[in-house]
């Protein structure tokens, strides 16, 4: 029995990672029309670059960065611009977005790959990571760029790949990494020497034998280290994994970086490979169709902006009833109301839960069980902070540490009293961010 | 364009199959072996005084759950543990109006006062005993023997008139549910199994009483096996809504439970220490839960 990297908390929901585990990543073909949001990124929106009626090619880029944090964004198929309007996004907002009508083409803008990419200085990978308009493609999709230029007086020593995917019922960084191994680690590389990390560590779920196995057959040789993560919801956390593999922790409101080491999703990796090697943009990523609400659950790489009705469809569309359609998985995904919403960068799956299994709960008193202090991950007192915010207490609620919950929803998940614990704390986090932004200005 | 048949709420998606109503049925399950064991030792005393005390307590529940107008939630299961708590712990010989003066105190002056379930800072069910030890003192410490209604006056917190033997199997004079070790144990396993029961508390509790019993030269298997201890600390001072929800304050918890029965059972010239050593920690658990708050994710560590 091999030890298995470890950490404090966490909860074991079903993983229902069977469902998809076992299938190859399909190619979705191009839809008919593309919807492209310009703020997919933490971070400033980008600046449209091209206007209604303009043609595009496959790879152009129709949206310019918008400052250091902030990432380009490029047409993923070639056709003509039909519009550029806000459009409903995946969380809630109506988003400027481009919309391209797709002319079946596939015509691609002139990219300029590299035969050994390993040889590019850090300076030109990390310039062509940020043409790329590469995000973190874990979920929070903050911009790669931005990300493996550590801020001065900071040393990386560890570049962490993250491959965990503790999300219930994904499946997609699983295939990339069983399917595409070599890129995978080709992408880790590139991003060591961009960011001068001096060791790469690729951590997995121990779920994920197959994977493990292929990063281990190719990575051996090459002085990566790959470890098997303990299966537990959220080891690919950031903070979380930080301390599972190597026992050290993200200083309070501080960066990976602050601690030597930087994190980054195993789909970023396999982008910055592509960015490299063929000097693709990011206009494309795997996905995971998957639930009990959809009738041929698999794995699909998209284009982004194909709007999930039409992934669904291609997936056979519903099985019986749906009763929620989320964009990524059950503990952080967002339910939606508007099938028309575009895959982004940061969306690692579509989750159908049919009306059967889709549940409304009436909460119970709480009976200070304290499971949630139990499983917290970053080890707070969440039902103490529930009932600070449930009496506006935000001074109590940031002195409990409300502004360090990292939302992954474990506690409301554990709740015997079916309480909703997050729901609380995140209302705490808006009024106290609220509260500061005014006494700052 | 709305799809009306979605619902929208926010993440987590889904939620844990545990439900409170599923972790009182858990503590009812794990009194099973206990009022079975006080049943076969005392006979229908343990059926008369038991039963009772759960049909008051639930009925009080719901009285009083009618009166504040709020729903009337009595299938949840926690005026039935109360209930089963108090009648095991309450000597075989009481009169049954005691008993029920006793639930009727346990819920309504130790629970539903504060505001019902999860709002009560004192155990109801030591509550409800409290009230009767003070008023009825020596109806409450009078204990007949096992299969035989034979009143013994010598309290059972004598040392060597009874073996390890019969204390570990109950067959010695005592409250219903509190002189079997075994089936006491049996049900604080399963407790445990099952993650309702956090180790610290009865761990800290006992292990506090074997060391200063040790240290002062008292016989520590019999400190531990006698009276109403080990029921106490697995199913009394385990009570979730009034202890401490910290790791620490648990340990602290338990062992300040300890510190106080030594008092009172070496010391003190009370008839009883196990109700008032944790009705007095739990007036402290607000104040332990605030002094041992974790240590938050990256808290004092230094930038690198």
């Known amino acids: ?441 | 364009m709305e799809d009306s048949r979605l619902v929208l709420s926010p993440s987590p998606h889904i939620r844990d199959e545990d439900t409170t109503e599923k972790i009182m049925l858990t503590v009812v399950a794990a009194l099973v072996p206990v009022w079975a064991a006080a049943t076969y030792f005392f006979g229908f005393n343990s059926v008369r005084l038991v039963l009772v005390s759960i049909l008051v307590a639930v009925g009080s529940e719901a009285l009083f759950l009618a009166i504040r107008r709020k729903p009337i939630t009595i299938w949840d299961g926690s005026a039935l543990v109360t209930g089963m708590l108090l009648g095991l712990s309450l000597p075989p010989s009481l009169p049954t109006w005691m008993a029920i003066l006793g639930s009727f105190i346990a819920i309504v002056i130790g629970k539903q006062v504060f505001g019902g379930l999860g709002a009560n800072p004192f155990n109801p069910a030591l509550v409800g005993r409290a009230v009767l030890v003070a008023s009825f003192t020596s109806q409450m410490t009078t204990w007949t023997m096992p299969f035989t209604d034979a009143v013994t006056s010598a309290t059972p917190l004598v040392s060597g008139q009874v073996s390890y033997a019969e204390l570990f199997f109950g067959t010695v004079p005592g409250s219903l549910g509190e002189t079997s070790a075994l089936a006491i144990l049996l049900g604080g396993v399963f407790l445990f199994y099952r993650g309702v029961l956090d180790y610290r508390i009865p761990v800290g509790f006992l292990g506090t009483v074997a060391v200063l019993s040790f240290v002062f030269g008292q016989d520590v298997a019999y400190q531990l096996l006698s009276g109403s201890l080990l029921f106490g600390a697995v199913f009394m001072a385990t009570d979730m809504v009034t202890s401490p929800i910290t790791p620490v304050g648990r340990w602290i918890f338990g062992i300040g439970c300890g510190l106080v029965l030594v008092l009172i059972r070496f010391w003190g010239s009370l008839p009883e220490g196990l109700t008032y050593s944790i009705l007095l920690m739990n007036a402290f658990t607000p104040l332990i839960n605030r002094w041992t708050r974790p240590r938050i994710y990256g808290q004092g560590v230094k930038q690198a």
């Open chain 1, 1 to 441: 029995m091999v030890k298995v990297k470890n950490f404090r908390g966490g909860v074991h929901p079903e993983y229902n990672k069977h469902i998809t585990g076992d299938k190859p990543i399909k190619v979705l073909p191009a839809p008919n029309e593309v919807v492209i949001p310009l703020a997919q990124h933490a971070g400033a929106p980008a600046e449209p670059l091209v206007t209604k009626g303009d043609s595009v090619l496959v790879g152009q880029e129709i949206g310019r960065s918008a400052g250091t944090i902030s990432a380009a964004v490029h047409a993923s198929v070639s056709g003509t611009v039909v519009a550029v309007e806000p459009r409903q996004s995946i969380n809630g907002r109506e988003v400027l977005s481009v919309v391209i009508e797709n002319d079946g083409q596939d015509a691609k803008v002139p990219m300029a790959g590299h035969p050994d990419p390993i040889q590019l200085s850090s300076g030109e990978i990390r310039q062509r990571i940020e043409a790329a308009g590469i995000v973190g493609l874990g979920g929070a999709a903050f911009p790669t760029a931005a990300k493996v230029n550590p801020p001065q007086g900071c040393k990386i020593e560890y570049l962490l790949i993250n491959g965990s995917e503790c999300e219930p019922y994904l499946t997609a960084d699983q295939k990339l990494m069983e399917e595409y191994t070599e890129d995978v680690i080709l992408g880790a590389k590139l991003l060591a020497k961009a960011c001068g990390a001096e060791k790469i560590i690729i951590a997995v779920e121990a779920n994920k034998p197959e994977a493990l196995r292929k990063m281990r057959a190719l990575a051996g040789s090459n002085a990566i280290e790959v470890v098997a993560l303990v299966v537990k919801y959220p080891a690919g956390g950031e903070k979380q994994l930080i301390k599972a593999v190597l026992n050290r922790e993200v200083p309070e409101h501080g960066l990976p970086a602050q601690c030597g080491v930087l994190v980054n999703n195993v789909g970023t990796a396999w982008a910055v490979a592509k960015a490299c090697k063929h000097g693709q943009p990011l206009i494309e990523r795997v996905i995971t169709v998957t639930g009990d609400g959809i009738k041929e659950p698999a794995n699909y790489l998209v284009r982004i902006g194909t709007p999930f009705r039409d992934i669904i469809d291609a997936a056979g569309g519903f099985a019986g009833e749906p009763g929620k359609v989320i964009a990524g998985g059950p503990m952080m995904g967002l339910a939606q109301f508007d099938l028309n919403v575009p895959i982004v960068k940061g969306v690692a799956g579509i989750l159908v839960l049919s009306n059967k299994v889709t549940k409304e709960f009436d909460p119970m008193p709480c009976i200070k069980c304290a499971r949630c202090v139990d499983v917290c991950p970053v080890y707070l007192m969440p039902v103490t902070i529930e009932k600070f915010a449930m009496n506006a207490m935000w001074d109590e609620a940031e002195d409990y540490g409300a502004m360090d919950c990292i939302e992954c929803g474990c506690c409301t998940y554990i709740c015997p009293s079916k309480r909703a614990l997050l729901s609380w704390i995140r209302l705490a986090k808006t009024e106290i961010a609220e509260l500061q932004r005014r006494q700052t200005s």
